[in-house]
């Protein structure tokens, strides 16, 4: 099975490979169309703030390339925030392939921190990402936007309001929280993922 990993300037690609290598799989880091096109599994992780990572895919026709892509999807954090229509971050137009609009977080007592960062739980879980996962699982978020609760979504969590965890249309998933670092359900999710 050939996996590939978006390149783009954004953070934490390392993470998610040292995931999927511990997994047995040697994916490859690219940016090159026709390497995301052949593979068998695409995986658009990252770290970073949307409006400057929007710009970096359109210069590379990155944008034209992910939206195109007929292989499963898996976009985790900030790539499941550039998978929607809009994000108040930079306020930028994303790739659209999700119909909801990504919102900062706005805390409303001195306790709620932005961003939200820390183990939290999932709720409302359906769908091939899911399966052997029980309801109430532990997973980690490092994030400041959140997509709200939509009909893509396939995972909840709730921070300061309601949220969209994890969301699916079509090939493309998207997690918002890191899977490759929520232990053993994460590991179960790339998994699923990959036996998709």
């Not at 400057?52 to 992910?66: P, Q």
């Amino acid at each position: 099975m050939e996996v590939a990993i978006v390149k783009y300037n954004a953070g934490n690609i390392y993470s998610v490979l040292c995931a999927l290598r511990h997994l047995g799989i040697e994916p490859v880091v690219s940016d090159s169309p026709e390497v995301l096109s052949r593979a068998d599994k695409v995986l658009f992780p990252g770290v970073g703030e949307a409006s400057s990572a929007m710009a970096y895919l359109r210069e590379h026709g990155l944008d034209r390339v992910i939206v195109g892509l007929t292989q499963p999807v898996l976009a985790i954090c900030i790539g499941m925030q550039l998978l929607c229509s809009h994000s108040e971050e930079g306020d930028v137009d994303c790739l659209g392939l999700f119909d909801t609009e990504v919102r900062r977080f706005v805390s409303q007592t001195s306790e709620q921190k932005v961003p939200h960062m820390g183990w939290n739980t999932l709720r409302g879980l359906r769908g091939p990402l899911f399966h052997g996962i029980d309801e109430g699982s532990h997973v980690y978020f490092v994030h400041s936007y959140y997509a709200p609760v939509s009909a893509d979504c396939i995972a909840a969590c709730d921070y300061i309001n309601p949220f969209c965890a994890a969301m699916n249309k079509n090939n493309f998933y998207a997690t918002q929280f890191h899977v490759e670092k929520s232990g053993a359900v994460g590991v179960r999710i790339l998994e699923n993922f990959l036996a998709l």
